[in-house]
Each structure stands twice: as C-alpha cells, then as structure tokens.
C-alpha cells in the first residue's frame, strides 16, 4: 500500500485528503465510477452541473475529437436541483470525500435560489458555474466581465455560508481581473479553466460536427493555457485556486501546482483512462514519498524567471 | 465493480473484407460479466477518445471477447494495425443494457445493415433455428459472418443494395416478407438510422416487439458525461437518454428520429 499521507490540503476552510477531484460535467454524480473504484479515493468530487429546473440539453452529436482534445456541447443537461439535493447527494454524503455541488444559472436569480437551496443540505462547498459556453442565456455571459462576475459571486455569497468558489472562463482578456473581482465580493476561491469555444467542420458534408456548431475545448491541447491562466490568477489573488484544464498525470497536476494551484480537477482525460484519477493521486504519493516532501509544499513553488 | 480497463492480449485478428477486421481478445473477467448487446471502448493509440466497438462473441470458457470492426477514420484504422499477440486497452464491458434474449424456443427475427451485423450474431446464436437473420451490405464485398449466422442454426437471408450477393434489395423489403408469412415474438435491428427507422415503423404495423441497437459519439462510455444523447420518449415526454447508460439497445417504442 502506497503511503497517501503526504496529499492532505486545505482549501477553503474544507479538509481534502489529496487534492485530486473529478472536473464537473465529466464524472456525473460520480456513481458509474464506482463501479470501478471507491470514491472515496478520490480528494473530492465536483458534480454535473445543476440548476433550478431540469435541463434536456442540446441535440446531439455533443462531442468531437480534437488534436490532443475534445470539444463537448452538452448544454447543462440535468434533472434539476431538487433531484440533486433528494436522490443523489444523500448517496454522495455517504462516501468519504468532499462533495462539491456545482451550480448553474440562466439568471442572477437563479443562482441565489440554487445557493439557497444548497444552504441547508451537506455539501461541502458550491462551485459556481460562469463560465460554461454551451448554454445561451446567463451561463458565459456572466463570466466574461468583472460586473458580471462580481453580480453573481455577491448574490451567492448573501445565500450562503458554505464555501464559494467561483469558476472562471478562459474566454477574456484578462482572467486575473475577473478573479479579483470575485474576490472582492466574497468568494472562498477560484477555479480554473473551463473549457476554451472551440469548432469543428466536417469537411465532406459542410456541416459543424456539433449540432450546437461550437463547443468547449478541453483536455491535453489546453494544459498549456490552464497553466498560464491559473499562475497569472495566483499571482492576483489571496484566496485559493483550484486549477483544471488538461491534467493527465501526476506530472501535470504537480506542474499546475506549481503554478499555482492547491486543488486540481480532472475531466476530459478521464475519457481516455477512466483510472486516471486515482492513477494521477498514487503518482503524486510516490513522488512525494521518495522526495520526502508534503505535496501542499509544492503550491506555487514555480520559480519565474 | 461491474467494469473493467485493462490491457488485454490479442489472441487472434484477421481481415474479413475489405477494411473490416476480426478480433479475439483474451479478457477472461470480462467476457464473464459480459451480456449480449453491450459493447468495449477502445483506446487508439495517440487519440483522446476511445473507440466503441460492439461485442460479437462472447465466451465465457475460454475467457475471450471477439469484436468485428470497419476502418472508417484514423483511429479504427490504428486499431486495425495491432497485431496478433499484442495488448489492446480496452474498457468493458459497457452498456446498461444489452438486448433481452426470450426463451430459445421463441421465434426471433435479427436484421442487420452492414457493420451493424456483429452485434447480432449472439443472438442468432441464442435462438438457433428459431431465428431468422436478415443480413443486409452495400455489396458482395462488404459481406461479413454469413458463415457464423449460417453455423448458429437460424434461418438466413441475405441481401445486398446492388444484388451483388445474395438477393438484390434492402432488408427492409425481406422483413416485409418475413413478417407476411408469419409473426415472430421479437424483432431485434441494429444498423443504419434509416434502417433502423423503417424497421421500427413495420414491427409496429405489425404489432411485434422490437429492440434496436443505436450509436452515439462517445466520451466517459459509461453515464458520466451526457455527451450521448439519443431523442427518446419517457413518461410522455421528450428526453435525451444516453446511448453508453440507457442503451446501447432501446424499445423501438422509445426512440425517436430527426425528420
Ligand atoms: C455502441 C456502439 C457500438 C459500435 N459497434 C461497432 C462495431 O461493432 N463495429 C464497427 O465497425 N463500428 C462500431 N461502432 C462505430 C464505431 O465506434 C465508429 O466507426 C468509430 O468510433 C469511428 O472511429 P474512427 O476513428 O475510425 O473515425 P473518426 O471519424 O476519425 O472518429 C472521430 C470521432 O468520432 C467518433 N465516431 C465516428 N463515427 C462514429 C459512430 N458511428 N459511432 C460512434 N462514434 C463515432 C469516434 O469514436 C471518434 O471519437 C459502434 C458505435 C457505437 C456507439
Ligand atoms: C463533457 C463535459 C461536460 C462539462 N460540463 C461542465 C459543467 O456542467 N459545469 C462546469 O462547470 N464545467 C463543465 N465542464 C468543464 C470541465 O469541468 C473543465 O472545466 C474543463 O473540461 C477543463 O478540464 P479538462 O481539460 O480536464 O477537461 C465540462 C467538460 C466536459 C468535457
Ligand atoms: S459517453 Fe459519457 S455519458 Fe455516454
């Protein structure tokens, strides 16, 4: 048995025994993956994105491959936030890891109906979505301004106590402004990167291979921008960062901390190797036991030059 | 834990057509737990995206899993090119439902529309002589396992677009036949959605249960990502069900086609 202890952080005011958590939208509500380990190996968990009423989504194809990524139009498909809070977290809360219920909205009220909502049940902490491309009202659009940012992480941050962390688009011109601004109203921490708009043509038929025409980049081909993106928002902010986008292996999540970043989510790669996160938190235990280090040290240790 | 990924031995592989490969992998707790129906997500080396094969043989003593496939892009063509004795990264076996199997003495009808003819051999197998096969390709040279459906027993009928093989015409105009002279307890379809389309509107003509096997582009392949929606009916209402959870194989009844 692998010697897991050198992994423990705290983020938030919230204990994640290593700092590996699925990335929302790709791991659902994390009970397929039973099925090949426990959950409880995993740091935490972010689930599909939830909002007030259930969503159907968009029409499918939802998913085209990339060099080195993916693109994905899902569109927020979800039973809604009442199905969550009933029949899927009382499950979740049951497994030994820290639950992240990750919230959407078409509107600012919405959000706070949610974040109500979520107040009173036992998730451990709320990942506010601003920044998913796929949904036309609300979704981005709040995500790429600092007015818009700032609007929802202060309606949220009045709905609840629990820890608030806002998640970010990579689609702006400067993300560091953005993550200040949420900080000035009150969120716990930042995560970072969601997926980059992207598009695909099928050259043969003329016709976009998503049936949304655009969808979210993510995996591999995008690592490099999470990188930067989670190092310059490091830089701007005191409160935490949870850095996605890209991470395949241990190697990448100790190089995204590096930069930065003290919790990492997981997604796209595990589409290639469903194993991959518990793989990529025994990677980091076997690098920390033979440099005899604790992982949290490695937390912006990056030396810019 | 129902699933598995693991690098498995590649047992045996041949071309069988023109681009269409068959595979025998050794995977002994897989092929255990594996029903008919389901299906294994392939790793193509230097892809992001695993490649959804469906399960055309399962045995269980012998502990192996055979998959038939096309090359139709860049990663089945990667796939085409393992060899013999080398390891394939699979995950498997996947797929919340397969079809259901009726008691053997029941009377099957199977169709097929080109690649979508491996899945259908388990059953055929299942029900013996008491299945009819009806077997459809664009031409004589993409005609695949008519030996093995012929071996299972059943009654087989095989047609090609051009008349190349078999009798000319689509399969759909052999199930209106079948079906006139006489009515079986189960039809089971896989193939081309307008195939598939047709199929549905005739076993209900015909009042006769059907069950088909549907495809979607695919990411986690097991529930977690959404991404492979399918249009069905659910309690009266319109709901993107998912192909890799749900299915592969639905209730005609369930699924609904863009028009
Ligand atoms: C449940 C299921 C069972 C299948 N069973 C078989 C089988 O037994 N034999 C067989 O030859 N083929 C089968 N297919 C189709 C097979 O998955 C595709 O032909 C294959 O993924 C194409 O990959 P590519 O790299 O050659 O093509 P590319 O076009 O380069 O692939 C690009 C991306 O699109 C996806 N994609 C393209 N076409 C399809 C498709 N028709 N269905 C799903 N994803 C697709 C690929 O997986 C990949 O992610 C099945 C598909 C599904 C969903
Ligand atoms: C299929 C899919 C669905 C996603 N759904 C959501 C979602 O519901 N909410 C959200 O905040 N992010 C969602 N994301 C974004 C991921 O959580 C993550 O930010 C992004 O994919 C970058 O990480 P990766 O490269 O490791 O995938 C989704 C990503 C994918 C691939
Ligand atoms: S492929 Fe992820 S839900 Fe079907």
């Known amino acids: ?305 | 834990m129902k699933y598995t990924q693991g690098l498995y031995p590649i047992i045996s592989k041949k071309a069988i057509a023109a681009e269409i490969y068959d595979m025998t992998i050794r995977c002994p707790h897989i092929a255990k737990a594996a029903v008919c129906g389901q299906f294994v997500n392939i790793k193509a080396d230097g892809f992001m995206l695993r490649r959804p094969i469906s399960i055309c043989g399962i045995d269980k003593e012998n502990g192996t899993l055979r998959i038939v496939f096309e090359v139709r892009g860049k990663g089945t063509k990667a796939l085409s090119q393992l060899a013999e004795g080398q390891l394939i990264d699979i995950v498997a076996p996947l797929g919340g439902r397969g079809f259901t199997l009726l008691e053997k003495d029941k009377k099957a009808v199977i169709i097929g529309g080109g690649i979508g003819n491996p899945p259908m051999l388990p059953i055929a197998q299942h029900y013996g002589r008491n299945a009819t096969v009806i077997s459809g390709f664009r031409n004589a040279s993409a005609v695949i396992l008519q030996k093995d459906f012929a071996a299972s027993g059943a009654d087989v009928i095989l047609c090609t677009d051009d008349g190349s093989a078999g009798r000319k015409g689509f399969v759909t105009d052999a199930l209106a036949e079948t079906l006139k002279s006489g009515k079986p307890d189960i039809i089971y379809a896989c193939g081309p959605s307008v195939m598939l389309k047709r199929i549905i509107s005739q076993a209900k003509e015909a009042g006769v249960k059907c069950e088909v096997s549907l495809e979607e582009r695919m990411g986690c392949g097991v529930g977690g990502c959404l991404v492979c929606a399918c249009r069905t009916i659910r309690d009266g209402e319109e709901y993107y069900a998912h192909v890799c959870k749900d299915g592969p194989v639905f209730d005609a009844e369930e699924v609904l086609f863009d028009d």
């Open chain 1, 1 to 305: 048995m692998t010697d897991m202890s050198r992994l423990g952080i705290d983020f938030a005011g919230v204990h994640f025994k290593n700092p590996i958590v699925p990335a929302s939208g790709t791991f659902g509500y994390g009970k397929e993956f039973e099925e090949f380990y426990s959950l409880s190996e995993l740091g935490g968990i972010s689930v599909k994105g939830t909002t007030g009423t259930r969503r159907n989504g968009n029409l499918p194809p939802r998913i085209a491959e990339t060099p080195s990524g993916m693109l994905n139009s899902v569109g927020l498909q979800n039973p809604g936030i009442d199905h969550f809070i009933a029949e899927e977290l009382p499950y979740l809360k049951t497994k030994d890891t820290v639950i992240i219920a990750n919230i959407a909205g078409s509107t600012a009220e919405e959000y706070r109906e949610i974040a109500e909502k979520l107040d009173s049940t036992d998730v451990d902490m709320i990942e506010v979505n601003i920044s998913c491309p796929n949904v036309k009202a609300g979704g981005a659009a709040f995500g790429v301004s600092c007015e818009g940012a700032a609007h929802i992480t202060s309606i949220v941050r009045k709905a609840t106590k629990k820890p608030v962390m806002m998640k970010l688009s990579p689609n702006v011109t400067s993300i560091a402004d953005i993550a200040k601004a949420c900080e000035a109203e009150g969120a716990d921490a930042v995560s970072l990167i969601n997926t980059l708009l992207g598009m695909r043509i099928d050259i043969r038929t003329g016709r976009p291979i998503l049936h949304n025409n655009v969808g979210g980049l993510s995996g591999p081909a995008v690592f490099p921008v999470a990188v930067r993106m989670v190092w310059q928002v490091a830089n701007a902010v005191k409160i935490p960062v949870c850095g996605m986008g890209g991470v395949s292996s241990w190697e990448d999540a100790v190089e995204i901390m590096m930069a930065g970043a003290s919790l990492v989510q997981v997604g796209a790669a595990i589409f290639n190797d469903p194993m991959v996160p518990v793989k990529i938190t025994k990677g980091l235990a076997d690098h920390c036991n033979e440099k005899d280090i604790m992982l949290r040290d490695i937390v912006g240790a990056v030396k810019p030059w």
